[in-house]
């Protein structure tokens, strides 16, 4: 039985069935911002149509001294609709227009607090550094599966086709579910182009014949490194370095530089079909340049510091041109809205005008 609307002896009454689902419309209309006695009279107008002050205050039980504050709080978001006269007359807007305006306000307000955070946080305090040794297959691959499912925005991995299989379910997940940026170099092995062809609907790839260290750096705060001849021998072990901020800065320049350059690109390349985020500036131009590659715009939005004045700044548009000198350069020319171009260069940047602490990629 649905909830029906009865006059008994002159008076409105309002009946629910047992089943309604009344009270998880109030908590889904509240989570999008509406204060209760708002959910209450936006419910009743929706399901009853042109209704006054009175005729509210029956069907919801809100006081009368509130139900005038309740509907011009309504109107004001752009809910209801007030129709002059005696007595004045309120309705709906039709759900269709008036939750879709109540979602892009909650989702608007989310990205401007991540923004604002994201922000903050570039001001980080000190933590104490720390550097771990664990020893045997099985403890190493769960530091690195643990790793791997804690990321949030980037992972560089290197490491044999053996490992990169096992850890395959997880970099998935932390793509598909967390949108986390994957730049993966693999040592080659047996059934390698299988894995290959996996990983590269999901991670930026090069295959690197002369095998290197395992490595595995998670959103430049831990970084995991040991010898791949090594990982299948008892006596096999990795450090572990977490929060030494000069130490990955190195790690992470070496991955670069001593692994993914130094390796194959495949074909087809990565091109993502969704923001990615990047902690590394080459990795981000990395993508930029296969975006390009495919004759489609990048686009990015790039936290950071005015080189300058050393303020925290946002710049967003899209990526006029790419500059890389390997193990040397590695900046790009951000144009935004109003065409105002800025040079963007990485961590420690001195010739751009904004050094970049977090690149989001998109085309």
Known sequence: MKPTLE??????????SADSSKDKLIENLMNLGLTSYEAKSYLALAKYGELTSTDLVKLTGIPQSRIYDVVSSLQRKGLVWVQSGRPMKFRAVEPSIAIKQLVEKVTKGSQELIDEISRYSLERKVVEPSLLIVRGKKSIEK?????????????????????????????????????????LVIYPG????????KLM???????????????????NKRCIIGSTL??????????????EDELLYTLAYFFNQSLFITAKSIEPIFVPVKKM?????????????????????????????????????????????????????????????????????GIRATLEEVEAREISVWA
Request: aromatic share 10%.
């Open 143 to 183: 530091w690195v599966g643990k790793s791997i499912a804690e990321s949030k925005k980037e992972i560089l991995f290197a490491a044999p086709s053996y490992l990169m299989e096992a850890m395959y379910q997880t970099l998935f997940e932390s793509y598909e579910r967390r949108n986390v940026s994957l730049t």
């Open 7 to 16: 006059v008994l002896n002159n008076k409105l009454t309002f009946s629910v």
């Open 230 to 243: 090594f990982l299948n021998s008892e006596d096999c072990y990795a450090d572990i370095v977490e929060m």
């Open 277 to 345: 985020t990047f902690l590394n500036i080459w990795s981000a131009i990395e993508i930029m340049k296969n975006i390009l590659s495919v004759g489609r715009i990048p686009y990015a939005r790039v936290l950071g510091k005015n080189i300058r004045t050393s303020e925290s700044v946002q710049v967003e548009g899209k990526v006029v041109s790419t500059n890389v000198v390997p193990g040397l350069i590695y900046s790009f020319i951000l144009e935004d809205s109003s065409g105002k171009q800025v040079t963007v260069g």
């Open 201 to 219: 609907k999901i991670a930026n790839i090069r295959i690197r014949e002369i095998v290197g260290p395992y490595i595995l750096i998670s959103d």
């Open 190 to 197: 047996e059934r390698h182009e299988e894995l290959t062809r």
